[in-house]
Structures are given as structure tokens and as C-alpha cells.
């Protein structure tokens, strides 16, 4: 073992030199060699929980770090915090041949600081959460408010679409109109008794209202005969499930040029479309690129494919020397129309102030 003397005097040195220490005071100090065994230990025998602090340190891993670098924890003995630190000691040649650990008792003064100041960190957190609170909540209260407004501004605008199809069907077929609100009414209140959640049963209301809206395409000669139809006649009613029907809200399309511009029109619309397009002003051109919009939307649904599968350029909505409307197609609509059966397409666009209708149906 190196001399006693020496590690005395190191020990001793450590001990004194922390006494000063405000927050505490180390209780006990050893030397350990570099194998981990223990040379010698000084203790304060003052100190009132001293056998515990030598069980702790007996029990205690008694080595430096890989690195071979000091290093400090602090543990509780017997519920009283204390800190266990480790110093390595070094020869005339910076050689480490040893460390000394001590195991330093904090004050109970300190303690109640430190549980003052925590108290007080606590509470200016809880006022500033109280004033965050009180600030925001009148802010938060109101963007609920709006977006409630929102939402209920949204289920009126779907009422809306339901009203104008179902008027559009009460207009052409007042028997149909009626069939439609005794289906809805059955579907209720079948899905209630086998427990469907208010999600399906919303969109079984939107469904069974408008599950006939197609016969807004069947001619009046056939849709309205009061007598029975004949064999042809039949064939042309069953087509009204195949029919293609879209709505539109303006102000969605009126957002989409807003925010795009000539970009979302050119990557939609053809180029004789925009010509024609670009012949309205104002109100009545959203209105028109909205209808055509709507009717390009139709027919993807009247097709039977998916929306994603064909682009809109490739669906050109125009119109001709007389008005009306007329849908030329090109490259993969024309491709998948043709694989189809297709042979015409028969397109009706109406529009109002707010919403865009169109119906399309394809002739085999």
C-alpha cells in the first residue's frame, strides 16, 4: 500500500476543506485503490444517522468510471438525500493510483430552500397557467363558437342539396318524390332496430332520399306515362340507376381558381372549354365552370369507374352553336368509354347562385 501518511493527510485535507460548505457537509471519506479496496476511512461520529452512512457505503460499487474519471449520485439513506461523490487521485506523474469517495449530508436548511423554491417555481407555474387560461379563454370560446356556426352552415348547405334534387324530382314526378320519403323513412327506422350508429344512418337518410335521382334523366313521355310501359319503354326506365348525377358548390370551385388560377383550368379544362368559359364574367363564369365541373364529375360516376382513373382534360364539357351542352372525349376517357359500350352521352347541366347539377347518361 503507498504511504498512509500521505492518503491521511489527502483524506483529511477533503474532509476539511468541504466543512465549509453551506448546503451540508460530508459525513464520511475513504480512499479506495485502483482493485476497488478500501485503505482508509474518516467519519464525522457527530452525525446522528453515521451507521447507516457506513452500511450505505459498504454496499456501495467502489470504482471510477471507464474512463476512469470522477463521477457523483445522490441517494437516499433512510430517506434523508444525501450525495455520493468520487475523485480520482494522481501521482507527480498523472498517473491515477487511487480515488477518494466521500458521502456528503445535505442541510436541513438547504433542504427547506430547496423545497421553497420548488413551491414557488410550482406556483408561478400554476398563475401563469391561470393567466394563460383566463387570456386564451375567451379566444378558444369563440373560435368553438364560430366553428359551430361552421358546422351547422355546413348541414344546412347539405339540406340545401337535398332540397334542390329532391324538388328536381318532385317537379318531374310527384310519385317519385313520395316513394323516396316512404324509403327513407322504412330505411330509418330499419337501421334503428338493428343498431346501426348515427354515421350510417345520416348517409342511409342521403342514400334512400336520393336513390331514384337518376329518373331526373328519364324522358317525360316515359318517366310520366300513367298507363303500363311497354317492353322498350321498361328498358328506358331501368336506366335510370345507371345514370350519372353531381352537385357542386360554387364557392368550392370559386375557391380552388382563387387559389390556382389559370393553373387549375389548364390542368382541367380544355382549351376550347376555357375559351368558352372565358366568354362570362364574374358570378356567371363560376357558375359555368361549376356546371362543367359537375358534369365531368357525372360522368365519371355514370362509367362505373373511379374518379382518380381518368384525368378531367381528358373530358371536355362544351358547348354547342345552340347552347346546350355536349361531352367530347379523348385519350383514356375514350379509351375506357369505348371498352365500355359506350356509344352516347347525353348530359344536362342546370346551376343556381350556389350549387352546380349535372346529369349524364351513357347510351349502349
Known sequence: MPDQAVFRRELDEFSAGSIAIREGHFVLAAIF?????????????????????????????????????????????NGKPYIHVAVPLE???????????????????????????????????????????????????????????FTTRLLDANLETLQVLGSAIAKRDSDTDTHNFRVTVYSVNLAEAVGLDVEDIRSLIKGGFLHDVGKIGI?????????RLT??????????????????AVARLRSLMNRHGDRFLGRCFQAREQE??????GEAFACAVAGRWAAKEAFLKALGGSIGHIPYHDIAVVSTSAGAPLVEL????????????????????SHEREFAVATVVIED
Open 231 to 248: 317492353d322498350a319503354e321498361f328498358e328506358i326506365m331501368k336506366t335510370h340507376v345507371d345514370h350519372g348525377i353531381d352537385i357542386v
Open 330 to 349: 379523348d385519350g383514356v376517357a375514350a379509351t375506357v368509354f369505348a371498352a365500355n359500350g359506350g356509344q352516347r352521352v347525353q348530359v344536362s347541366i
Open 33 to 77: 485503490g485502483s482493485g476497488g479496496g478500501e485503505w482508509m476511512r474518516d467519519a464525522d461520529l457527530g452525525h446522528e444517522r453515521l451507521d447507516d452512512v457506513h452500511r450505505y457505503m459498504d454496499r456501495a460499487d467502489h470504482s471510477l468510471t471507464d474512463q476512469g474519471t470522477g463521477w457523483h449520485l445522490v441517494t437516499r439513506i
Open 219 to 227: 324522358r317525360d313521355d316515359v318517366l310520366l306515362k300513367p298507363s
Open 276 to 281: 368558352q368559359l372565358r366568354r362570362r364574367q
Open 91 to 149: 501521482n507527480s506523474d498523472g498517473v491515477t493510483v487511487a480515488h477518494i469517495e466521500g458521502v456528503f449530508a445535505v442541510s436541513g436548511e438547504e433542504i427547506a430552500a430547496s423545497r421553497k423554491r420548488m413551491a414557488r417555481t410550482a406556483l408561478i407555474g400554476f398563475i401563469v397557467v391561470l393567466i394563460t387560461t383566463l387570456v386564451l379563454y375567451p379566444i378558444i370560446s369563440t373560435l368553438l363558437d364560430r366553428l359551430s356556426l
